[in-house]
């Protein structure tokens, strides 16, 4: 089935050390990739997309995500975490046949450690 | 530019009551979207519009929702009856492309905490 799959529900980083969050994605083609970053209380924000050219993306507050297409993958990384960067991240996609509908993954919820 | 305004931020009711949750998109942009965020579903596209038509609703869960878009600077998703079932927090969202398959961004607003007691 076509999704998107984050496999990791919490991921517990001390402040200051590097952060990884997986995403995968399942489709024949390759999707339009996105990184949301949703605050408590908040809507969500833009992190960073990918469309086509350069696979490594530059995205807000410090972060990237490379872009592989042998793995379907779409993996977000900072190199140092800050405690504000605790929060929910989605990865999202728009289908290779989707009129911008946007799916999303089911998140994965940061947690910084002093 | 205000970004995308949601009105109520929060609402509680009582199941059986009607429900409408407005949405103001960013001025210029010519699609609007409606979000649901609830933990056991995660986020899930309920229905969008372009050019204040909408193209997909599939995501509409029943009968009791309905979505219009009267013109291109105000949106409502309603719920008639309520249910607790439908407690989550709701989301809209706009952005500027056209119909066509588009990676453009979409903005979204603070959401509505629903609950329905």
């Known amino acids: 089935a076509q999704s998107v799959t984050q496999p990791d529900i919490h991921i517990t980083v001390s402040e200051g050390a590097s952060l990884e969050l997986r995403c995968n994605y399942s489709?024949?083609?390759?999707?339009?990739l996105f990184w949301y970053v949703q605050s408590p209380g908040q809507g969500l924000q833009l992190l960073l997309k990918y469309f086509s050219g350069d696979t490594l993306v530059q995205g807000i507050k410090g972060f990237e995500a490379e872009f592989k297409r042998s793995q379907s993958s779409f993996n977000l990384r900072k190199p140092s975490v800050h405690w504000s960067d605790a929060a929910e991240y989605f990865c999202a996609v728009v289908p290779p046949t989707g009129f911008q509908k946007l799916v999303f993954g089911t998140g994965t919820r940061l947690l910084v450690s002093p | 530019d205000a970004g995308v305004i949601q009105s109520p931020r929060h609402e509680v009711t009582e199941m059986g009551q009607e429900v409408t949750l407005r949405c103001k998109p960013i001025?210029?942009?010519?699609?609007l979207f409606w979000y649901r965020q609830t933990m056991m579903r995660g986020l899930e596209l309920l229905i969008y519009f372009n050019n204040n038509v909408p193209i997909d609703d599939s995501g509409m869960p029943e009968d009791r929702f309905s979505a219009k878009m009267p013109n291109a600077s105000f949106s409502t998703l309603k719920i008639q009856p309520s249910e607790p079932r439908d407690s989550a927090v709701y989301f809209c969202a706009s952005s500027s492309r056209d119909r066509v398959r588009s990676g453009d961004i979409q903005y979204f607003g603070a959401g509505t905490r629903l609950s329905v007691l």
């Open positions: 001025s210029g942009h010519n699609s």
């Open positions: 489709y024949g083609a390759t999707p339009y």
